[in-house]
């Protein structure tokens, strides 16, 4: 079975403050790797997809992917209550880029 | 902008009713997929269409079935809805070569 393994939290940082979040996967052969953002109530919208080796980023957001160690990971700077929310780990594996999704971390961003 | 319409936001049914969950994109992608979510489990994938009449089984295929005879419509079956499938089910499509997923809103189903 692949898993996508994820803290669950909550994580809770104040606002201003870097976020940490981290995802493990099992399949050495996956080639993507995505972050979702999920308010409660929505449906997962994508923050960013990594496929290097190496650090990727966008505005706020850094997306960190070592392969060797089958780990990848989000930072949030300057984190604002805004960001609190459910993020979600996706590996895709397999054929038809099926996507295996972690449990997901919960993130608190307190004033 | 990618639109994935789900066409029931909230439903409620009767044990051993069957359930149809209709699902619609367009942006002409290939892939469509159904997932469910549940607290603390995250998103499983049901099934999951690579092109018109084409399905693969995801990882908790028992006890659904899908159909898609259109290329933008991929439905989800419920033959018999039990209470362990009340879930959100959330359907996706995306583009074959980024992997990345649209998703619908989400449809919750609760059983009784």
């Known amino acids: 079975q692949k898993e996508v393994e994820q803290n669950s939290g909550p994580l809770s940082v104040p606002e201003g403050a870097i976020a940490s979040l981290n995802c493990t996967y099992s399949d050495r052969g996956s080639q993507s790797f995505f972050w979702y953002r999920q308010y409660s109530g929505k449906s997962p919208e994508l923050i960013m997809f990594?496929?290097?080796?190496g650090d990727k980023e966008d505005g706020r957001f850094t997306a960190q992917l070592n392969k060797a160690s089958q780990y990848v990971s989000l930072l949030i700077r300057d984190s604002q209550p805004s960001d609190s929310a459910t993020y979600l780990c996706a590996v895709s594996t397999g054929g038809y880029n099926k996507l295996i999704f972690g449990a997901g971390t919960r993130l608190a961003v307190h004033p | 902008d990618v639109k994935v319409t789900q066409s029931s936001r909230y439903l409620v049914k009767r044990t051993g009713e069957k359930v149809f969950l209709e699902c619609v994109q367009d942006m002409d992608h290939e892939n469509m997929f159904w997932y469910r979510q549940d607290p603390g489990l995250g998103l499983r994938l049901i099934y999951f269409s690579y092109d018109v009449k084409m399905k693969e089984k995801g990882d908790i295929p028992e006890g659904y079935s899908v159909s898609r005879e259109k290329k933008e419509r991929f439905s989800l079956i419920l033959e018999s809805a039990s209470t362990n499938q009340t879930s959100m089910y959330l359907c996706a499509s995306s583009l074959p070569l980024t992997g990345e997923l649209f998703f619908g809103e989400g449809s919750r189903l609760t059983v009784l």
């Open positions: 990594i496929y290097s080796n």
